[in-house]
C-alpha cells in the first residue's frame, strides 16, 4: 500500500488567496454513488474533537446543477457550488457517475485552478477519471477500482496507472481504489495531517483497521477489460487462460499473436493497463487459489497444474500477492468454509491485471512489497533471482483461523 511514502512528507506548497488547509471541499455529482459520497462526509464532516480527532471545516459542493440524484434516487441539495471551492486547501472527488462520460467542464476549470493554488486533489474510486480529465494526473502514479483500471489506463496513457494499490499518495495529488480503500485514504490523510494518534483514534470511532496490508490483488480475477472482446489479441489471452497448467512464457504468447515481444508488450499493456508477466503470474496464482480450495492435490501438483516449474516459485509469488502460503490459505479456508455448503472461491472478484507501472521513476510511493515487473527470463516463473519476492505477514487469531487479508480487533 502506498502510504507513509516520501511524497507525504514532503513539504506541501503555500497555499494561495483565501484557502486553507483545514478546510476540506467534497465535490458531488449527479448519478453518483452514495457509499464513496459519505466517506468524506463523515471522516472530515464530523466534530470527534473529544476523541481526540482535530476537526476539519467540510463544505459540501455540487459540481453541477442540482438537486444531485444519488444511487438508489436520493436527492441532494448541495449547500455550496463551485465557487466554494476557493476556500479549500483539499479537494475530494468521492466518485464519477460514469466513466465513459466526460465531467462537466466547469468542475474540471474549478480543480485545476485548486490545484495549481497550492489545494491537495484527492480523487477516490471513480473520482481518479474526473482527476485525469482535468490533467492532474498525467504523468503520475495512481489507482482506481480494479475494475477500471484498464479503462483509465487506456483512455489517459501518460498516468501511470497501479491497479495493485488501495490508494497512491503523489503529495498533492492523490487517489484511492473502490470503496473502502476510500476510507483508507481519507485515515492516511489524517495521519498525514495530524500524526498516527489522530487517525488510530478517528479509525476507532469508525470501527476500521488504522491500516489495512496488501493491496486489491486478492481480489484479482481471470475475467477482462470488455474493450479486448473484439481485439485479436483476445484469442491470444483466451488460450493463456485455457493453458495455465502448461509451462509456457510471455515470449510463446507474443509469437502466438505473431508479434514481436515488444510490440506484444506495448499492444497487451494498452490493452489492460497491465505488463503481460505481472498479469500471467497472477492469473497463476488464482488457478492455485483455486485449486487449494477445490481440491486434495498438494501444493507440489498444485504447482504443476498451474504452470510453476517449481513449488518454490509457487509459494513466493503466492505469498507475495496473498500474504500467506498455499498451505496456511488452504488450512484457513477449509477451517471457515461453511459445513455442508457449496464451496465458493474467496478469489472471483478482480480484473485482470498487474500493472508494469509499479516500477516507473517517478513512483514516489511504491509499496515495500510491490515491486515493478522484472524481464521475462524463465527464472520469472521458476523461483529464479528476478522474482525479487518478499513475504508477506500472516496473521493469526487463537482458536479462530483467519483468511489471508482477513483482519480482527486488537
Known sequence: MSQDSAAATEAARKLTG???????????????????????????????????????????????????????????????????????????????????????????????????????????????????????LDGRPATTHWMYAPTLAKRYPSVHVDPREL?????????????????????????TDHGTEAAGALARRLVVPPRRSGGQERYLDRSLPEEIGSDPLAEVVAWALEHLHEQFDVETLAARAYMSRRTFDRRFRSLTGSAPLQWLITQRVLQAQRLLETSDYSVDEVAGRCGFRSPVALRGHFRRQLGSSPAAYRAAYRARRPQGGALESVATVLETSVPAQGSAPSRRTAAAASSGPSPVTAAATSGGPAEQLK????????????????????
Do not use: K, M
Open 167 to 191: 490508494f497512491v499518495d503523489d503529495g498533492d495529488v492523490l487517489t484511492s481504489a473502490g470503496t473502502a480503500a476510500g476510507i483508507d485514504l481519507c485515515l492516511h490523510i489524517v495521519r
Open 391 to 410: 513475504p508477506g505477514p500472516e496473521s493469526y487469531v487463537p482458536g479462530r483461523p483467519n483468511l489471508p487479508g482477513q483482519r480482527s480487533a486488537p
Open 18 to 136: 483565501r484557502r486553507r488547509r483545514e478546510v476540506v471541499a467534497v465535490l458531488l455529482f449527479s448519478g453518483g454513488p452514495i457509499f464513496e459520497s459519505s466517506i468524506p462526509l463523515s471522516v472530515f464532516g464530523i466534530d470527534r474533537q473529544d476523541a481526540g480527532v482535530p476537526r476539519y471545516r467540510l463544505l459540501v459542493c455540487g459540481g453541477e446543477e442540482g438537486p444531485l440524484r444519488t444511487t438508489g434516487g436520493l436527492e441532494l441539495s448541495a449547500p455550496y457550488g463551485l465557487e466554494a471551492i476557493s476556500r479549500a486547501g483539499t479537494v475530494v472527488v468521492p466518485a464519477w457517475r460514469s466513466i465513459t462520460s466526460p465531467p462537466p467542464a466547469e468542475a474540471l476549470d474549478a480543480l485545476r485552478r485548486a490545484h495549481e493554488e497550492g489545494a491537495r486533489i484527492v480523487g477516490l474510486c471513480t473520482g481518479a477519471f474526473v482527476l485525469a480529465a482535468a490533467g492532474l
